[in-house]
């Protein structure tokens, strides 16, 4: 790998890092466990449109590690981890195959992310009535913060290509 395109994906991890750290100090999303915006998925998303998947992929594995390091614990690793690798699969599908536009590939895989964490936590907790309960919840939020960095992440990519 050239020292340029190591450089770029140094750059957006850290971003990715700094977008996750501010996710996880907005108290709006702080109702419930697990409820955040997903602000770190937005470089996810550049990289998976702008360079590619296995780009996006490095970003989430380098990004799940030092998260979880720096700002949280071994469960969180399992939790963002797993969910991270879910979402991206899901994401790189629905852009690759069905050829949606970003924001329907962002919010689908958001969904995705928060259905992986809540099977998660029915594994971890023996408690299968969370996907009665605590799903619909997380997969009502993950569509709206999905829509919400699918946006956000199209404005960007427009904004740079008018550069």
């Avoid at 408690?127 to 404005?155: C, D, E, H, M, R």
Wanted: glycine residues 6%.
């Amino acid at each position: 790998m050239k020292a340029e395109k190591i450089a770029l994906l140094g750059v957006l991890t850290a971003f990715s890092l700094v977008l996750s750290y501010f996710d996880s100090v907005i108290p709006f999303f702080s109702v419930l466990p697990g409820l955040k915006i997903g602000l770190a998925n937005i470089i996810v998303l550049f990289a998976l449109y702008k360079h590619s998947f296995k780009d996006a992929f490095i970003i989430v594995i380098v990004k799940c590690f030092l998260s979880s390091f720096l700002f949280g614990s071994f469960l969180s690793f399992i939790y963002g981890f797993f969910s991270s690798l879910v979402s991206l699969f899901v994401m790189n599908f629905i852009k690759s195959i069905l050829n949606l536009n970003i924001v329907a590939v962002s919010t689908l895989g958001a969904v995705s992310h928060n259905i992986t964490q809540c099977l998660i936590a029915v594994l971890i907790l023996q408690n299968k009535a969370l996907i009665y309960y605590y799903l619909p919840v997380l997969a009502l939020s993950g569509a709206f913060a999905g829509i919400i960095t699918g946006l956000i992440t199209s404005n960007v990519i427009k904004r740079l290509s008018l550069g």
